[in-house]
Nanobody, 113 residues
Framework: QVQVAESGGGMVTPGGSLTLSCAAS????????MAWYRQAPGKSRELVAW???????NYADFVQSRFTISRDNAKKTVALQMSGLKPEDSAVYYC???????WGQGTQVTVSS
């Protein structure tokens, strides 16, 4: 049984930082690319960042070098380090085993003063 679980969400003030973590089990973690998505109220879910099996990374344009995605194959985790957070970054952030139907339940990130 595949399980994907995010943690680390919360509320921060503009300009602040937050690190999200995602743990995946039930898969050969090192064999899969991993991705972070987000969905704000009333908006479609959008890709934030993606990391390949070889740890090559890609980011959405709106990230603008503020976020860093990384993976630890030994721990079967993928992290999203976020800095310079803006109110428009507020959303539910989801972890996904890329190109599969396996998603986490999401973690809320709120950026507000």
């Amino acid at each position: 049984q595949v399980q994907v679980a995010e943690s680390g969400g919360g509320m921060v003030t503009p300009g602040g930082s937050l690190t999200l973590s995602c743990a995946a089990s039930g898969i050969t973690f090192s064999a899969y690319p991993m991705a972070w998505y987000r969905q704000a109220p009333g908006k479609s879910r959008e890709l934030v960042a993606w990391i390949s099996v070889g740890s090559s990374t890609n980011y959405a344009d709106f990230v603008q070098s503020r976020f860093t995605i990384s993976r630890d194959n030994a721990k079967k985790t993928v992290a999203l380090q976020m800095s310079g957070l803006k109110p428009e970054d507020s959303a539910v952030y989801y972890c996904r085993v890329a190109f599969t139907e396996y998603w986490g339940q999401g973690t809320q990130v709120t950026v507000s003063s």
